[in-house]
Structures are given as C-alpha cells and as structure tokens.
C-alpha cells in the first residue's frame, strides 16, 4: 500500500494545482459531484472491465507472470502484457504525483500509455503506477511492487507470482474538478525550481490549452521547429533563458547531459506522446463524466462539451511542423480501424494541428460504448448532423466540407453499430 508520508505530500501539491489553475475553453469542469461510491456506479464494487483489472485476475490464478529485470522491475513485462509500447515513453520531472519524494529532473518519473492503460515508473520507488480505464466507474488505480518475488518451491524454474493493489488513496486528487469531479486522469503543466517543485502554471491541460502553456516540468524531445511550449526548463540557466523571453520558442533539451537514461527502458519524451496524451485524458474523463450524469439522473449535460471537444474545434493550431524522436507515431497510426481507402481517425496530421481528421479515435472505446442510450442518441444525431450539413453552425464550421465527408466515409466503414439512418 501506499506509505502515508506520500500521500501527505501528494495532498499539499494537489492544493497548489488546484489554486493555480485555469481553464481553457468550453470544457470547463461542471461544479456537480457524484457519490461515486454508491450504486450505480459502485465505484469500489468488484465489477470491473478495464484491462487491468483482467491482467489482475490472470495473475492471481496463476495463468499469467511477470518477469524480473534489475533497475526497471516488472516495468517492461508488464507494459508487453498490457499491450502499451516503450514508445510513448514521456518523461515528467515535477514533484506532482505520489512519488515526489525521488522525483527530480535528474531522476524523472517515465509515463507510457495506451488506449486505455497508463503507466507511472520512477527509479527507486517501490511499486509502479497503473490506471485501467473502465467503461463504467472511469480510471481505477492500482499499484505493484517492485520488489522482486520468490519463485514458487515447486515451480522454480518460472517467474514468481506477483499481485496488483487496487488503492483509494489516488482519488484525492484524480476526483476533483480538473478531472471533472469524477475519477479520470491529469495532465498538468507547472514550471519548476531546479529540484522539481512546482511553482507558477496550470493544473489542467487538454488539446485545446495554447501550447505556450503547455508542459511545463516535462522533458519534451522531437522536432517543434521553435513550437512554445514550457518544457525542458530543469536548470537554472533554462529558468533564467525562460523568464528573459517568455514568448520565445520552446527550448529543446539533449536529455543525455539530464539524466541516465540506462535507467529508463528509452532516452526520449516523445512530443507526438505528449500532444497524443494531452487529448486522450480529458476525453477519458468527459466519456466518463456523461456515464455518471446519466447514471445519477443528475441535470448536467456534458454532451455538447463532448462533440466540440472530439471533433477538436478548440484545438490551437499548431505555428510550426512537429516530429516525433521515437517509434510512438507508427505504432499509433497502426492501430487503425482502417477504411478500404487505407484511412484513420489515427493518422496524424503535425504540420497545422495533431491529427488529418479531426474527430477523435477514441469513438472506438469501450467507454463511448457504453454511453447511456440517451446520452449515444444525442451525441449520434448531433454528430450525423455536423458531418452532413451543408454550412454546419459555429464552432462546427472550422472543419471544412472535405474532411466533414472524409470523417463520415471513414466511420461508416470503421465504426460498428451506427444508426441506421448513418448507412
């Protein structure tokens, strides 16, 4: 379990994000909470579908082990079983998560993530940080130690059995108004002091914040061409260089004179991974937000706020082409669904904005599956009704008629269980 120590001084910095934040658009946090805890949604019942819970009964049968490495653990077992690649690799050096403690720009906490799973590894902590997106209750916490099991007396030839801890404690600040009062993740952006306390940003990052305000106490690595961003501030001379030109372009970092990257599975924070990671978050939480609004008949409505936010009406548009320093870019586009044509809601676009078609690709989660059947109507007609009109109304106007049709063609043949009057 987590030691007290670390959830004190999570407490305390959560504080600091929550009175320093700002909001950047239409998707600001509805003010209604939720008692999650109780039915429907059963926040800590034993009906769970996200892949981690899977994973977790798999090894408590014993159908499933984690190999052992020195340095990094089960970190590279577990992200090959949970299907997240080394590749999206990020690296974030605030002191803004459970392990601030041993979390410095010299030793960064290394991020990975796919669709629906996010890992948190730091050198020398004593378990790894993993969410699982469930369908229904949103992201569940779990941890795993790392401390190296015995293998079993009359197995000793395999890898030890190893046990996943579901913990609570991660609500404290992953169920708060920058997570949209329901359990879901953050993105944060705050510039630091060279030990990696956070100072002056923003506790709330999603794609349509500008990017001059975006991650700050991350490395970021890749080609932005001079894009602004608040990244690879770690030293005092970069803080010094950052305050005497504010809106100058963002620094780039050469992270072998910054860390020792032989402790990590990879020596990049991808950029492509960031931008990717900054929308996928604040989606995770708006599906998840409509299932509780639904769930307890609440008078909320964060549908519209869903259909700007997928279809990227308030992205910024990027001021300078972006390429990624990893392999994250093709993984990502491989993942598809792909229509006869060879297009993807995946295929990114990083010249003028993130990706070729602006609708987002998670319309393929199980989470937007399991919006409530009024909520799917709603969302459904109205997307119908964006996607087809001759002159759509603002904000819907800034996807032009060609990529409107593109994004129609591409789901009638990628997206399963449409409405009838889509075919």
């Not at 579901?166 to 060279?194: K, M, Q, W, Y």
């Not at 990049?268 to 509780?292: E, G, K």
């Not at 001759?390 to 449409?418: N, V």
Request: hydrophobic share 35%.
């Amino acid at each position: 379990m987590i030691r007290p120590i670390f959830i004190f001084q999570f407490a305390i910095f959560n504080v600091q994000f929550l009175l320093s934040g700002t909001a950047y658009s239409q998707n600001a946090a509805p003010a209604e909470t939720f008692p999650y805890r109780q039915p429907p949604v059963d926040y800590f019942g034993d009906e769970l579908d996200d892949p981690v819970s899977k994973l977790s009964q798999k090894l408590d049968k014993g159908e499933l082990r984690l190999e052992f490495e020195a340095g990094t653990g089960y970190l590279r077992s577990l992200l090959a079983v949970l299907d997240v690649p080394v590749s999206s690799q990020m690296l974030v050096f605030g002191k803004n998560s459970v392990n601030a403690r041993i979390i410095s720009p010299e030793n960064p906490r290394a991020l990975y993530f796919n669709d629906q799973v996010y890992v948190g590894f730091v050198p020398g902590a004593p378990f790894l940080e993993i969410t699982g997106v469930d369908s229904r209750k949103g992201a569940v916490f779990y941890t795993l130690s790392q401390k190296r099991s015995e293998p079993l007396a009359d197995e000793p030839s395999k890898p030890a059995l190893v046990t996943l801890t579901r913990e609570e404690s991660c609500l404290l600040c992953h169920a708060s108004a920058n997570s949209l009062n329901v359990p879901g993740h953050l993105a944060r952006s705050f510039i630091t002091d060279t030990q990696g306390n956070p100072g002056r940003g923003y506790s709330k990052i999603n794609h349509d914040a500008p990017y001059g305000n975006r991650w700050g106490g991350w490395y970021v690595t890749g080609d932005f061409d001079g894009l602004p961003h608040l990244g690879n501030l770690s030293t005092a001379a970069d803080l010094l260089e950052h305050d005497r030109h504010r809106d100058g372009p963002g620094r780039s970092v050469n992270l072998a004179t910054r860390i020792d990257a032989s402790k990590y599975l990879a020596a990049h924070s991808d950029i492509v991974a960031l931008l990717v990671h900054d929308h996928q978050t604040h989606m995770h939480n708006l599906l998840t937000r409509i299932y509780y609004e639904q769930q307890y008949e609440t008078t909320d409505s964060s549908v519209e706020r869903l259909l700007r936010y997928m279809l990227f009406v308030d992205e910024p548009a990027l001021e300078n082409p972006v390429l990624g320093s990893s392999g994250f870019e093709s993984w990502f586009m491989k993942q598809g669904p792909h229509d006869k044509r060879g297009r993807s809601l995946r295929q990114f676009d990083l010249e003028a904005r993130l990706f070729k078609y602006r609708c987002s690709y998670l319309i393929y989660s199980p989470a937007f599956d399991m919006l409530p059947i009024p909520a799917e109507k709603i969302v459904y007609r109205r997307l119908w009704e964006i996607l087809t009109a001759a002159a759509p109304p603002p904000p819907f106007d800034k996807l032009p008629a060609s990529e409107r049709t593109a994004i129609l063609e591409i789901l009638r043949e990628t997206k399963s269980k449409l409405p009838s009057y889509w075919k």
